[in-house]
């Protein structure tokens, strides 16, 4: 299965919202509430900011939030801050093959 | 608190094997699976497999069939991956992850794996 495709380079300025959109196919992202999201800061592991396409795990700001319409998953990011800069990657989890799909990552420029 | 403490850098030979270990600790290790992912210098996150602490079952990436084993140790909550025939478009950063109901909820730190001549 190929890789899910987000964008490689998205902006904003401070306190704008950006959207961050990851594409897949029907027999992932379609097939599956199981999108997730990561942030990652350089050098850094990456960190779950988003599960199960709309849910925020405890500490993570409630400025992150996330959706999913047919095949095409999206992460929001409201009130852009200066520490929003990084690396954001989508995940789908393939539940009936037990495997998982990244997206290519997206570099979040804060302006 | 749950803690993936992996461990530290290798630098190995083309055709050599490597075999990185992740010790789990604040969870009940035989309850959730661990998958591993690795990146590239510079390049984005790929997933390579997946093993339930339980029963030892795991699940590969096509592109790391044949190639890849993941193991575990119960009696000391550690996992670990072993990569064969290592290539050097192999070097990169190596992470295990607790896996719960799809989400990668917790990441090791990161073991930087270098392929040279």
């Known amino acids: 299965q190929s890789a899910l495709t987000q964008p490689a380079f998205v902006s904003g300025s401070p306190g704008q919202s950006i959207t961050i959109p990851c594409t897949g196919t029907?027999?992932?992202?379609?097939?599956?509430?199981?999108v997730s999201w990561y942030q990652q800061h350089p050098g850094k592991a990456p960190k779950l900011i988003i599960h199960?396409?709309?849910n925020r795990p405890s500490g993570v700001s409630n400025r992150f939030s996330g959706s999913k319409s047919g095949n095409t998953a999206s992460l929001t990011i409201s009130g852009l801050q200066a520490e929003d800069e990084a690396d954001y990657y989508c995940?789908?989890?393939?539940?009936?093959?037990?495997?998982?799909?990244f997206g290519g990552g997206t570099k979040l420029a804060v302006l | 608190q749950v803690s993936l403490v992996q461990s530290g850098g290798e630098v190995k030979k083309p055709g050599a094997s490597v075999k990185v270990s992740c010790k789990a600790s604040g969870y009940t290790f035989t309850t959730y699976g661990i998958s591993w992912v690795r990146q590239a210098p510079g390049q984005g996150l790929e997933w390579m497999g997946w093993?339930?602490?339980?029963?030892?079952?795991?699940k590969y990436a096509q592109n790391f069939q044949g190639r890849v084993t993941l193991t575990t140790d119960t009696s000391t909550s550690t996992a670990y991956m072993e990569l064969m025939s290592l290539r050097s478009d192999d070097t990169a950063v190596y992470y295990c992850?607790?896996?719960?109901?799809?989400?990668?909820?917790?990441w090791g730190q990161g073991t930087l794996v270098i392929v040279s001549s």
């Open positions: 093993i339930n602490p339980h029963n030892g079952n795991t």
């Open positions: 995940t789908s989890y393939i539940g009936s093959s037990i495997s998982w799909l």
């Open positions: 992850v607790k896996e719960t109901y799809g989400k990668f909820d917790y």
């Open positions: 199960n396409v709309n």
């Open positions: 029907s027999n992932d992202i379609g097939a599956y509430n199981s």
